[in-house]
T-cell receptor
Framework: DAGVTQSPTHLIKTRGQQVTLRCSPI?????VSWYQQVLGQGPQFIFQ???????GRGNFPDRFSARQFPNYSSELNVNALLLGDSALYLC??????????FGEGSRLTVL | QKEVEQNSGPLSVPEGAIASLNCTYS??????FFWYRQYSGKSPELIMS????GDKEDGRFTAQLNKASQYVSLLIRDSQPSDSATYLC????????????FGKGTLLTVNP
């Protein structure tokens, strides 16, 4: 079975631009979470969606938004990019015991 | 106090030795605990989960949990150079079962 898939794997944007990151969870999993990981830190929670509903939101500005589609795939959008948004963006599927299974991530560089 | 704390390392051990990685957490209500391994430039990979006080063994890995002391550890026996990575401790936070809080990770280097 395929694991969590994310696209694109790498992207470069300039300040002020907008970016959309995509994720498909493990087949059969209905929950998707998004995390941001900057260099030298652990992943930080951004959003979780379950059955297309937002279940939680981390301490991120309104420039960050997400949605989940009927097929349980998800998109993370970041508007008005700042240099500090440069990070590895991780999508995760949630297992039955609350464990997270991460995709390979989307590495965003903001210039 | 940070929610999840780990020694940032780096921790350096010779090949074949036991590597011991430690994590403390602040939420006494936490019921599940996870260890992730992250190779440089890669995403985190789940290697162990533990839910009850005591030890849980899986191959060369042993997770140890002490809820009274709010302490969870990961032991890696017979360390191999391929174990060189950052190890992240993660705990559900805020009473939720969907949001994990991660420590900053401990960088482990296993020297041949």
């Amino acid at each position: 079975d395929a694991g969590v898939t994310q696209s694109p794997t790498h992207l470069i944007k300039t300040r002020g631009q907008q970016v959309t990151l995509r994720c498909s969870p493990i087949s059969g999993h209905k929950s998707v979470s998004w995390y941001q990981q900057v260099l030298g830190q652990g992943p930080q929670f951004i959003f979780q969606y379950y059955e297309k509903e937002e279940r939680g939101r981390g301490n991120f500005p309104d420039r960050f938004s997400a949605r989940q589609f009927p097929n349980y795939s998800s998109e993370l959008n970041v508007n008005a990019l700042l240099l500090g948004d440069s990070a590895l963006y991780l999508c995760a599927s949630t297992g039955a015991a609350g464990e997270l299974f991460f995709g390979e991530g989307s590495r965003l560089t903001v210039l | 106090q940070k929610e999840v704390e780990q020694n940032s390392g780096p921790l350096s051990v010779p090949e074949g030795a036991i590597a011991s990685l430690n994590c403390t957490y602040s939420d006494r209500g936490s019921q599940s605990f996870f260890w992730y391994r992250q190779y440089s430039g890669k995403s985190p990979e789940l290697i162990m989960s533990i839910y009850s006080n005591g030890d849980k063994e899986d191959g060369r890995f042993t997770a140890q949990l002490n809820k009274a002391s709010q302490y969870v550890s990961l032991l890696i026996r017979d360390s191999q150079p391929s174990d060189s990575a950052t190890y992240l401790c993660a705990v559900p936070s805020g009473g939720s079962n969907y949001k994990l809080t991660f420590g900053k990770g401990t960088l482990l280097t296993v020297n041949p």
